[in-house]
Nanobody, 115 residues
Framework: QVQVVESGGGLVQAGGSLRLSCAVS????????LGWYRQPPGKQRELVAT???????NYGDSVKGRFTISRDNAKDTVWLQMNSLKPEDTAVYYC?????????WGQGTQVTVSS
């Protein structure tokens, strides 16, 4: 059974940085796409960033230039480096994995940015 486990959320002041980690396990194949989505309070889930196995990236407009996604294909691990954080980045961040056209989600990790 595929498991997706995030870590690294927390409370940070505006302008600060956080690094999220996510490990995918239980699959016989490497994820074709790994990424991050977030759900701000009272809003719908939105794209943060995705990264394919061959290094194609896609970022949400609101995080371009501030967030960086990276991955280790051999370990099916993905990281999200978040810099210059803003209060509007406050959300539950979900790790996402696409494996053989199946979509898998983590439980989410809370990121809170204080002003």
């Amino acid at each position: 059974q595929v498991q997706v486990v995030e870590s690294g959320g927390g409370l940070v002041q505006a302008g600060g940085s956080l690094r999220l980690s996510c490990a995918v396990s239980g699959s016989s194949s490497s994820a074709s796409i790994l990424g991050w989505y977030r759900q701000p309070p009272g809003k719908q889930r939105e794209l943060v960033a995705t990264l394919t196995r061959d290094d194609n990236t896609n970022y949400g407009d609101s995080v371009k230039g501030r967030f960086t996604i990276s991955r280790d294909n051999a370990k099916d691990t993905v990281w999200l480096q978040m810099n210059s954080l803003k209060p509007e980045d406050t959300a539950v961040y979900y790790c996402y994995a696409n494996i053989f056209f199946g979509n898998y989600w983590g439980q989410g990790t809370q990121v809170t940015v204080s002003s």
